[in-house]
């Protein structure tokens, strides 16, 4: 099965088998290992990317659906010289310890503060309910978005 | 010191070094690893607990288009591979040895547990090796299993040779004397608690990359290990895959460990193994079923406790008696998660003249149990602060005040309890009132009140626990059955401009080792922390250690770094007053510079390090080069301790639970990295909250993991957990050159004791762990239909 897409503006062509998860076209054939899997029942959302703007977990995605489509993966919203603001707000809050989950939950997180509008430490829990990490505890995570979406935003409110 | 050292030295909340490739994606776990023409390996894995293996017919799966070939635990043994060693080796009760049943990394004749390997598919996709293993035909013939642990003594035997399925019966301290005090004690309180069962669940499965150069006989294994050199030396001294100086075993980013990824285990055995026999480069990684079943799990404790006070409620004795569910095969730490890592804690922090405990170890038919995040502490820790919690309702004291009472003060150090740990130091009032200030303690009748207007019963909870951090010392761990040495080695290559490039045999998965190891060096050497490259997790590039768990990488890693620091000053000083004329008794090392006493002639360490490798005006005694190493052996533990104290809410009407307030506040001695200590907090506290509160990893009575999924396995997610309140205490720790003790394991070390303390605190009574919403709806409903 023949599908195009266009992923972090690059724009491809490529074969693949018709049960090809999404995942797999952007781990596998794509190369880009910085969106990982960690489970395989759509629960853990360490797969999480954008499609055509909006969080999806891309391993319950099928490569056939996104046939026309644009994806976003981690590699794709910032360079080490050029940091995304959530992956600056990640950094600067210590909201990662072995980084597995991290690509992910940035992922999720820009999608929630951007589509979701996230502005309360309850809100952002709520929304990061996708996304499993083991190691920080979120406490971490919930001050990196609320950073973000804290100043995207005039009003500065508590919690 | 210069200003930019004091920003990133000992002490800052350095921003990490490590983030960077983590946050854009450019990190590398085991699985980013690909080779040009790599296999794909899926395990073939029993269905059932217990069962015969009478015939493998591969025939139909050798024919799926892809499948290159399929391998067994039949082949593995005619190859001659050893079997897989547990490194303990524990002493019974009467002294003779443990029995460790034998086990083969694959199965040959006999599977014990749902999900033990027993053979590979290898072949050209993922999906045509998946498809391979669907279509292997195994005939086994099913038998009873032994599944649980409280009653695997009576049950049939697993394992040929061991009666009871009693791997050990251990103790330790004085039986008789416990006996007779708790005869003669004015109040007993006795509780029985289950450790819950728990799955580890490190986001990142495990995986492995195998390959074998003919040409040098070179075997190379990525894999997603916690300590790649002990890996190394036991695949090759025991299980005889292949000679230590042609097996590299490379750990390079690691996806979180929580000891889970500390042992040797059957897949990254099987693909090395068959890497070699096919010549072949095979892949293979776990998906999040095979990380359910075929991990080691933690914890699974059944204990009855016996606390005795005097009537000054003076605690005189305990005495404690736990069954330790092994699993079907004693893993790497099997036999010392329960037993030295356990009964050695149940002093806690107070001061209990006589202590007595007894450990059956037994196989079932489940997975292995090993160390988890705490490994043993947290079960002690559980013991000691559920049953001084019950003995102060019974005795009607306040629970913070029947604790401080019986504390062992600051000036009782060094302090040595009756089960053979000696705590170097420690002031375990100072954290108790600080996090009683902190949760507003006196203020709490009017919270429970509030609460209790609004329908909801509020319950606080305390925890003082106490760890022992960096096994130690090397010679006294080898006498009580250890197989390795527990020291750790650390080495500093200074280049000849002057950076240095750090050698470490700590391995870090998450913990920011890469900053903190920095930060010492920079510290250390007074150069800047952009000028320090830490290199972990390479046989091929590390000489030698030992790994991270236990929380010891600091404290004994990190000592060890302090060590080859030490020695390059050492030669830099010769150098410098080799260079400068003067007597090396007279050159001081200040501020990362080499500097005559009393006058202005000084040499940076960069200029020193370019004399070493350019050496013009150098000592003739001196070899060139600067590089150093050093191993670091401890003398004792560490003892990081601390007060947890949780307050919960429960929904009178729907017995919904919730953890509203948490407060730590731990003593790690010095701190290198606050925000880093902090994080390690937060992440422990939710391991514990998720032991408290939501996991369970439960078997049926077949032997069937009921709780193999993110479905049914309820790990903590961001709307589970509050935010945490955490705060530091320092006494330094007595004995290691940066006064450092641990912080990995406390979180979940000393929270679950809280959180259920506080959960019958607000119930009236006590439930097992985890206290979810409907045990403790049940509980409730249970008293309105009563
Ligand atoms: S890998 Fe997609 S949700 Fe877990
Ligand atoms: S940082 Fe390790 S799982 Fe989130």
């Known amino acids: 099965m023949q599908i195009s897409l266009t992923v972090n503006g690059h724009d491809h062509t490529l074969d693949v088998p018709e049960n090809t998860l999404l995942v797999d076209v952007i781990r596998e054939h794509l190369k880009l290992t910085g969106t990982h899997v960690g489970c395989d029942t759509s629960q853990c959302g360490a797969c999480t990317v954008h499609l055509d703007g909006r969080g999806v977990k891309s391993c319950t995605v099928l490569a056939a659906q996104v046939d026309g489509s644009n994806v976003t993966t981690i590699e794709g919203i910032g360079s080490t010289e050029n940091l995304h603001p959530m992956q600056q707000a990640f950094r600067d809050c210590h909201a990662l310890q072995c980084g597995f989950c991290t690509p992910g939950m940035i992922m999720s997180a820009i999608d929630l503060v951007e589509n979701v509008g996230v502005q309360t430490n309850q809100e952002v829990r709520e929304g990061l309910e996708g996304n499993i990490c083991r190691c920080t505890g979120y406490h971490n995570i919930v001050q990196a978005v609320l950073q973000v979406a804290r100043a995207g935003t005039d009003q500065t409110q508590e919690n | ?786």
């Not at chain 2, 404690?320 to 329960?338: H, I, K, M």
Request: charged letters at 20%.
């Open chain 2, 1 to 786: 010191m210069s200003e930019a050292v004091v920003q990133t030295g000992i002490g800052a909340s350095v921003k990490r070094k490590e983030d960077l490739r983590f946050i854009t994606g450019t990190g590398r776990y085991t699985d980013d690893f690909n080779v040009a023409g790599q296999k794909y390996a899926v395990f073939l894995r029993s269905p059932y607990a217990r069962a015969r293996i009478e015939d493998i017919d591969v025939s139909e799966a050798a024919n799926v288009r892809g499948v290159c070939t399929v391998l067994t635990g039949q082949q593995m043994a005619e190859d001659g591979l050893g079997d897989i060693p547990c490194g303990w080796l524990v002493k019974q009760k009467d002294g003779s040895d443990m029995v460790s049943a034998p086990h083969p990394p694959l199965a040959a004749t006999l599977v014990n547990y749902v999900g033990e390997p027993y053979g590979l598919v290898i072949a050209d996709t993922l999906a045509a090796a998946r498809q391979g293993a669907e279509a292997v035909l195994t005939d086994f013939a099913e038998l009873d299993a032994v599944v649980d642990p409280a009653e695997a003594t009576g049950s049939e035997q697993i394992h040929e040779g061991v009666s009871d399925n009693l791997a050990f019966d251990w103790e330790l301290g004085e039986r008789a004397a416990t006996e007779a005090a708790l005869a003669s004690a004015a109040h007993v309180t006795r509780i029985d608690l289950v450790n819950n069962r728990l799955i580890p669940n490190a986001m990142e499965p495990r995986a492995a990359l195998g390959s074998y150069d003919p040409g040098s006989g070179e075997h190379t294994l990525y894999t997603t290990s916690q300590n790649p050199h002990l890996a190394r030396l036991v695949l090759s001294a025991f299980v005889q895959v292949a000679p230590e100086h042609k097996l590299r075993i490379i750990a390079p980013d690691v996806g979180g460990g929580f000891g889970s990824k500390i042992f040797i285990y059957a897949e990254e055995t099987a693909v090395i193994w068959a890497a070699r026999r096919t010549g072949m480069t095979i892949k293979w990684t776990a998906d999040r079923s095979e990380a359910f079943l075929a991990d080691a799990h933690g914890r699974d404790h059944v204990t009855h406790a016996e606390l005795g006070m005097n009537e000054a409620g003076e605690f005189v004795a305990l005495k404690v008696s736990t069954t330790a569910n092994l699993g079907a095969y004693l893993s790497t730490f099997g036999s010392s998660v329960p037993t030295y890592l356990y009964g050695t804690l149940l002093a806690g922090q107070y001061r209990t003249p006589n202590i007595y405990v007894e450990v059956q170890g037994v196989y079932t038919n489940t997975a292995p149990v090993d160390a988890y995040r705490g490994a043993g502490r947290p079960e002690a820790t559980y013991v000691v602060e559920r049953v001084v919690e019950q003995a102060a309702r019974e005795l009607g004291r306040d629970p913070a005040e029947l604790r401080r009472f019986n504390m062992i003060t600051p000036d009782q150090f060094p302090y040595d309890t009756p089960v053979a740990l000696t705590y170097d130091t420690g002031d375990y009032q100072v954290s108790l009132d600080r996090a009683l200030a902190m949760i507003d303690y006196d203020g709490f009748p009017a919270r429970r009140e509030a609460a209790a207007a609004a329908g909801k019963r509020r319950g606080l909870g305390l925890s003082c626990y106490i760890e022992a951090c960096g096994l130690a010392p090397s010679q006294l761990a080898i006498q009580l059955g250890a197989g390795v040495g527990l020291y750790e080695s650390g080495e500093i290559r200074v280049n000849p401009t002057g950076n240095v490039t750090v050698f470490t045999g700590s391995h870090s998965h998450g913990q920011g080792h890469e900053t903190t190891f920095a930060q010492i060096v920079s510290d250390r050497l007074g150069i800047p922390f952009d000028d320090v490259e830490v290199v972990h997790g390479d046989t091929g590039r590390v000489e030698f250690g030992l790994g991270t768990y236990g929380s010891r990488s600091l404290a004994v890693g990190g000592s060890a770094l302090m060590g080859a620091a030490d020695k390059l000053i050492a030669k830099g000083t010769k150098i410098a007053a080799h260079m400068l004329e003067a007597d090396p008794a007279a050159v001081d090392f200040t501020d990362g510079s080499f500097v005559v006493r009393d006058s202005n002639q000084a040499l940076t360490f960069g200029e020193v390090a370019f004399a070493a490798y350019v050496p013009t005006n150098y000592p003739t005694e001196l070899e060139p080069g600067f590089s150093e190493k050093a191993f670091y052996d401890p003398e004792n533990f560490t003892y990081p301790a601390g007060t947890h104290i949780a307050e919960i809410e429960i929904d009178e009407a729907t017995g919904v639970i919730e953890l509203v307030d948490f407060v730590a506040v731990d003593d790690f001695g010095h701190i290198i990295n606050p925000m880093i200590v902090a994080g390690q907090v937060h992440g422990g506290l939710a391991q514990g909250v998720g032991q408290a509160l939501l996991e369970h990893g439960i078997y049926d009575e077949y032997g069937q993991l009921i709780t193999g999924s993110y479905m049914d396995y309820c790990m903590p997610r961001a709307d589970d957990l509050p935010d945490f309140r955490v705060d530091t205490t320092v006494t330094p720790c007595t004995h290691n050159p940066l006064g450092v003790k641990g912080c990995g394991e406390a979180g979940a070390i000393g929270s679950p004791a809280a959180i259920m303390n506080a959960v019958a605190d607000a119930l009236g009574e006590a439930v097992a762990m985890p206290a979810t919403s409907e045990k403790i709806w049940r509980v409730l409903q249970n008293r309105r239909t009563a």
